[in-house]
Structure formats: structure tokens, C-alpha cells
Nanobody, 120 residues
Framework: QVQLVESGGGLVQPGGSLRLSCAASGSIFSINDMAWYRQAPGKERELVAV???????NYADSVKGRFTISRDNAKNTVYLQMWSLKPADTAVYYC??????????????WGRGTQVTVSS
């Protein structure tokens, strides 16, 4: 019954910016960590950024200083603000969240992904 839905992806020029959103819905009791992953063509899925329930954050070295992860607990939503985008940032971006549902179980959930393409 729990699902994550990403939005905000698209085509941007190098140096541009985008803000991704991911909203969790369903039978949610509590959400712990929320994170963004990405997968580029021919590469494995990699962690981009993670934010804990208390607000602490961690980033991949490749995006430090350019991306910011944030969350709105009242809306069960996590965001990824991206600045100074590079062609190497082109990938499908996935939302992930650790959620305790009314089924009384902790599970990790994935969104279906949103495409970000950086090209001139």
C-alpha cells in the first residue's frame, strides 16, 4: 500500500538546475532515512544523497557542493535541488525511503524513477 512517486525530471543544458520531488503515500506510520539514487546507462545504481529523519545529510563526492537534499516531514516528501548540472549527471534518479507501515514492518521502498538529461 506504500508507494513513492518522483517528479521534476527533464532536459536541461549544462550549468542549469532542476529540483526533484518524491512524495510517499499509503499506510505510513513513520519514515526514517530518505535518499536519492541514480543510474546512468551502462553503470550500476549509486547513492547520490541521504537525509535522516532528524535532518542530517550525506552526499556522494561527485555531487558535493552542487546538490542539496531536504525533506518536509509533514508532507512525507523528499527533495533534491541540483545546481551546475553536468552531462555526467544524466541518469534515471530514484527515490528510496525506509518506512514503518501499519503492517508493523520496516521496509525500504523505491520509486519508479524520473529521467534527468543534461545536454546542449
Amino acid at each position: 500500500q506504500v508507494q513513492l512517486v518522483e517528479s521534476g525530471g527533464g532536459l536541461v543544458q549544462p550549468g542549469g538546475s532542476l529540483r526533484l520531488s518524491c512524495a510517499a503515500s499509503g499506510s505510513i506510520f513513520s519514515i526514517n532515512d530518505m535518499a536519492w539514487y541514480r543510474q546512468a546507462p551502462g553503470k550500476e545504481r549509486e547513492l547520490v544523497a541521504v537525509i535522516a529523519s532528524g535532518g542530517s545529510t550525506n552526499y556522494a563526492d561527485s555531487v558535493k557542493g552542487r546538490f542539496t537534499i531536504s525533506r518536509d516531514n509533514a508532507k512525507n516528501t523528499v527533495y533534491l535541488q541540483m545546481w551546475s548540472l553536468k552531462p555526467a549527471d544524466t541518469a534515471v534518479y530514484y527515490c528510496n525511503a525506509h518506512i514503518y507501515s501499519y503492517a508493523k514492518t520496516w521496509s525500504y521502498y523505491w520509486g519508479r524513477g524520473t529521467q534527468v538529461t543534461v545536454s546542449s
